[in-house]
């Protein structure tokens, strides 16, 4: 069996990850989400609401694609320690481990890197605005198992909504848990009216 695990900041999560997420779903066996805090971001939102707007991302998935769930069991800031519990849950299981090209440069900084590329083969999902770079791409070569999807992953990012507000990026039922919780609550507000001291980033 082949699982794709894919990890996301998640905040909040658009469309762009639920069409990567239909994407995954038609190719392997499982797909395996989660929402996880960022080390090298900070003032995330909290944990719990990400996992659950994952959760309704994937709901709104059609038709629906019942081998696409989220497991925030798998949730680490480090990357190795997310491997080996989905090794626990699923001992006879291949892992394919994803990313966006937005990370690619980024991962060579990641904790025991080597160690994660030794259990699972990396996916790199392309982004527009982040090409890939034959320097970058040796450099994993080198740590592990590498391989490109034939899918563009959309222009469609969460640092739009938060730093713009701009919901059309977002489904209906994480527009409706986003009111109901309050979440982002300085741009429901307005994006003109928040103060720079006070602005999400």
């Known amino acids: 069996m082949m699982i794709a695990l894919f990890g996301t900041s998640a905040d ?57 769930a989220v497991y925030p069991e798998l949730s680490d800031p480090k990357t190795l320690t997310t491997v080996q519990r989905a090794g626990q849950q699923w001992p006879n299981a291949e892992f394919i481990f994803v990313i966006g090209s937005d990370l690619v440069p980024k991962l060579t900084q990641w904790y025991r890197i080597e160690a994660v590329l030794s259990q699972v083969q990396l996916l790199v999902i392309p982004r527009p605005g982040y090409p890939l770079e034959e320097h970058d791409l040796q450099q994993l070569q080198q740590k592990g198992k590498l391989a490109i999807a034939d899918f563009m992953g959309p222009d469609m990012s969460s640092t739009a909504y938060r730093d713009q507000g701009n919901g059309l990026g977002l489904t209906p039922s994480v527009k409706a848990y986003i009111h109901q919780e309050g979440l982002y609550e300085c741009l429901s507000a307005g994006v003109n009216s928040i103060k720079p001291d006070t602005a999400v980033r």
Not at 19 to 25: E, Q, T
Not at 29 to 34: G, H
């Open 12 to 68: 909040p999560p658009t469309v762009g990850h639920q069409a990567i997420l239909k994407w995954l779903g038609n190719h392997f066996d499982q797909v395996a989400v989660w929402a996880s805090d960022n080390p090298f971001k900070a003032h995330q939102t909290p944990l719990e609401h990400r996992q659950e707007m994952l959760r309704r991302l994937i709901q709104d998935i059609n038709p629906s694609q019942e081998n696409v």
